[in-house]
């Protein structure tokens, strides 16, 4: 096989990566130091591997976002040892919450193999469905589900947040990518694949509506149209005539329907009904008077946060702060009590270490944002990974917007499996005898 003047490394390297990789992704929800020697062992194999990395980066001017690691990191570092200096007494290991906001970079190792074993999306997304829906399974709350009233569950996440944040995530997967199903030609394997698909896409689906999560709620809605597109383009046809005006219609009736939908369930009316009603009420009011609802703590802590930003915007105030910060406030108890964060990554990562770190983040989705539409404009991706990835990339930025995903493990596993298959997808073939689509489009 001809990789041109790429040298692959030895193969147990690459044996060991791919195995790293894949049991840390099926044990992602496990106990944490299992998991820990795992994530250990797959950086491991990564530093093994660097040299055919750089090498490939090199040849495809990808190595500034390797860069952008080592600058973050350094970065990080002077915004602890300020923090340090400006709060002595403070009993925070700054380095240890820091590294979480840098260990959402990893995402580019991660499309390293994506890019030398394309068909490793199909175990990735299969491993990590497969790990969701055995926690979801486990937690023994499924029995509590009522369709009458669906209670609030979390199934042993964090909180009910997090278990959206992967519930949606995996959603918008399926229906995005499952056209692709219909492609496979093995009857018998393509009945067992959509089988599959639709028991995890129905566990997803009672976890995102049992989560109650608003935010993840607004978050589909605004993209569950783009989502749903490759089986418009199945259904009309990509040489149909006028296919851009059918497209748009059906968008827009998707939004709309979308719409209908969760105004016809009860409890999904009645929170989005006590959201408007709040939003509407607390526009009225001063930001003291505001009551520390949901809705309320998040307008307390969200102005508290621009604030501590105005004060620091170049060095921050050290990773692990954040805690200390609210409770010294003068926020009323309820927004103090029992939080740790500012309930928006861009606030979080500004307030711990700069403007800078929140610039970082917000490019990091832009450009995977650009690669994709790029790939998909060379015909290098098909439409199903389009705009899974357009999709996925929007959804992550909202709900970032109401939860601090990106401080936490959630996050930083969201986007290195889902950031590093777009960004493995998008990056050119590491072995140039075959198109990588061609392999992408067989599951």
């Not at 939003?279 to 309320?296: A, N, R, W």
């Not at 060095?315 to 740790?340: C, E, R, V, W």
Request: charged fraction near 15%; aromatic fraction near 14%.
């Amino acid at each position: 096989m001809n990789t041109g003047i790429l040298k692959p490394q030895k193969k147990w390297i690459g044996y060991i990566g791919l195995f790293a990789l894949l049991l840390f992704t099926i044990t992602v929800f496990s106990a944490r130091g299992l998991n820990r020697a795992v994530e250990v062992l797959f950086l491991l194999s990564i530093l093994f591997s660097l040299k055919p990395i750089c090498t490939y980066e090199k040849e495809n001017k990808g190595l500034w976002i390797y860069i952008l690691i080592v600058v973050s990191l350094i970065l990080i570092f002077i915004s602890n040892v300020i923090a340090t200096a400006i709060y002595p007494d403070l009993d925070v290991r700054h380095s240890s919450d820091s590294l979480d906001f840098v260990r959402m970079l990893f995402f580019v190792f991660v499309g390293w193999w994506v890019v030398k074993q394309p068909k490793i999306v199909w175990l990735l997304l299969a491993f990590l469905s497969l790990a969701f829906s055995s926690r979801v399974i486990f937690s023994g709350q499924l029995s509590l589900i009522s369709l009458s009233n669906l209670p609030r569950l979390d199934f042993e996440f964090s909180n009910a947040q997090h278990t959206a944040a992967f519930s949606g995530s995996l959603l918008i997967a399926y229906i995005s990518l499952s056209p692709i199903l219909l492609k496979i030609k093995n009857l018998h394997f393509k009945a067992f694949a959509v089988s599959l698909t639709l028991i995890l896409l129905a566990i997803a689906l009672i976890a995102t509506l049992t989560s109650q999560t608003r935010a993840t709620w607004l978050g589909l809605l605004m993209v569950t149209g783009i989502a749903f597109m490759p089986w418009a383009i199945l259904v009309i046809g990509k040489k149909s005539s006028l296919i851009k005006l059918k497209l748009s219609i059906f968008l827009t009736g998707s939004l709309i329907a979308a719409i209908i939908l969760g105004a016809l369930n009860p409890t999904i009316h009645s929170k989005v009904k006590y959201t408007t009603d709040r939003f509407i009420h607390y526009s009225q009011l001063e930001l003291k008077d505001i009551p520390t609802t949901s809705m309320g703590i998040r307008l307390h802590q969200w102005n508290l946060a621009l604030d501590l930003i105005k004060e620091r915007p170049i060095s921050g105030h050290g990773g692990g702060s954040a805690k200390y910060l609210i409770q010294k406030s003068d926020m009323p108890p309820g927004a103090i009590i029992n939080f740790g964060h500012f309930h928006n990554s861009y606030l979080e990562l500004g307030v711990a270490h700069g403007l800078g770190a929140t610039f970082t983040f917000i490019f990091i989705l832009g450009f995977l944002l650009y690669r994709v539409i790029k790939s998909y404009r060379n015909n290098d991706i098909g439409s199903e990974f389009f705009f899974w990835s357009v999709s996925w990339i929007m959804f992550f930025g909202i709900i970032n917007m109401f939860e601090s995903y990106v401080g936490s493990r959630t996050g930083y596993v969201l986007l290195l499996i889902f950031g590093g298959i777009i960004y493995g997808i998008t990056s050119k073939p590491y072995h140039k005898t075959k198109p990588q689509q061609g392999e992408l489009i067989q599951p």
